[in-house]
């Protein structure tokens, strides 16, 4: 029963692990800016403070705020190669976490497609009756 109980507990932890990936794939991949952070961090501070500078919005994932917070920090260590946050994804790649962030912007680096205006389009329809 000792192995089959192994066998059971590790397929649940692959699963759990498989399900925090999908997550984090999901929302980097959805999301143009997300950045995963500990309420309490200052470089998490300086992070979210460059892309409120800029007048961005930006998706922030508290992970001292949530259940699974430690295995997704664990996972995008995985990914990434470091446990620290912020982790800063910007459409799709890390960029690194609060000082590089800062730096990017002090070094007016950000990817232009962040500091793009955006413009309200207007579309004006006129109905023609047709005889």
Do not use: W
């Given at each position: 029963?000792?192995?089959?109980?192994?066998?059971?507990?590790?397929?649940?932890?692959?699963?759990?692990?498989?399900?925090?990936?999908?997550?984090?794939?999901?929302?980097?991949?959805?999301?143009?800016?997300?950045?995963?952070?500990?309420?309490?961090c200052?470089?998490?501070?300086?992070?979210?403070?460059?892309?409120?500078?800029?007048?961005?919005?930006?998706?922030?994932?508290?992970?001292?705020?949530?259940?699974?917070?430690?295995?997704?920090q664990?996972?995008?260590?995985?990914?990434?190669?470091?446990?620290?946050?912020?982790?800063?994804?910007?459409?799709?790649?890390?960029?690194?976490?609060?000082?590089?962030?800062?730096?990017?912007?002090?070094?007016?680096?950000?990817?232009?497609?962040?500091?793009?205006?955006?413009?309200?389009?207007?579309?004006?329809?006129?109905?023609?009756?047709?005889?």
């Amino acid at each position: 029963m000792g192995a089959l109980g192994s066998k059971i507990f590790g397929s649940s932890v692959k699963m759990v692990n498989v399900e925090i990936q999908n997550f984090i794939k999901d929302t980097v991949a959805k999301e143009k800016v997300v950045i995963f952070s500990k309420s309490y961090c200052p470089y998490c501070t300086m992070a979210k403070e460059v892309f409120t500078a800029i007048n961005h919005p930006a998706t922030i994932i508290e992970l001292d705020e949530r259940k699974d917070g430690n295995e997704i920090q664990n996972e995008l260590s995985q990914i990434t190669g470091f446990r620290t946050v912020p982790q800063v994804f910007v459409n799709g790649s890390c960029v690194g976490g609060g000082t590089d962030v800062k730096k990017l912007q002090n070094q007016d680096s950000l990817p232009p497609c962040l500091l793009a205006k955006k413009y309200e389009v207007t579309i004006h329809m006129t109905m023609t009756r047709l005889q």
